[in-house]
């Protein structure tokens, strides 16, 4: 009986630490990397993995001109530089940049017309994609505000709302420019004079 209770209790144990947080994303800010690049690199960080050819210096300044809330942006198309082994099947990244760190990075994969893979449907590009970032598969990720579906981990967020595409961010950010816009425009209306 004591044998039965035993076993009992390690199945149960089991069982139970396969319960919903067993597909949580246990990836970190700091450990995750897509083709070399990480959220909180900088500029010049990133145009060092990236191919940039004689461009440098365009890509640099760029991604080096900040806006009145801090953002800087750089779009990457690889095959201007060479097409790299490294960035193969990429088409194009958009790098956000906050306050000098990257802080959002979308890869838009190439279409099948331009020699990129067809996924039958989003749960499969997912499950790649999940194989090789390791990290948690489709019953991981949640249904976003717009339809994308959406993982959260530690400190970063990773989006896809078509089989296309990666969006990649790290949590908050945009909700300290929009707390920055919001506190100058009441600033403005506070200071308003008629």
Partial sequence: MLFLLIIGGFFGRSFLAQGPDSNACRVTIEQFAIRGLKLGM??????????????????????????????????????TYGNSPQFAGVYRMALFFYRGTLAELYIFYSFPSQGGVSWRNLDEYISKIAEGLQLPGPQAWISGQHGERVLKCAGLELQVADSNHLRIMKLGFLDEVDNRKKAEEDNKRQTFRP
């Avoid at 640099?60 to 953002?71: I, V």
């Fill in 42 to 79: 900088t500029p010049v960080q990133i145009l060092d993995v990236l191919p940039t050819g004689d461009a440098k210096e365009d890509l640099a300044s760029r991604a080096n001109s900040p806006n009145r809330w801090d953002l800087e942006s750089l779009d990457y198309y690889p095959s």
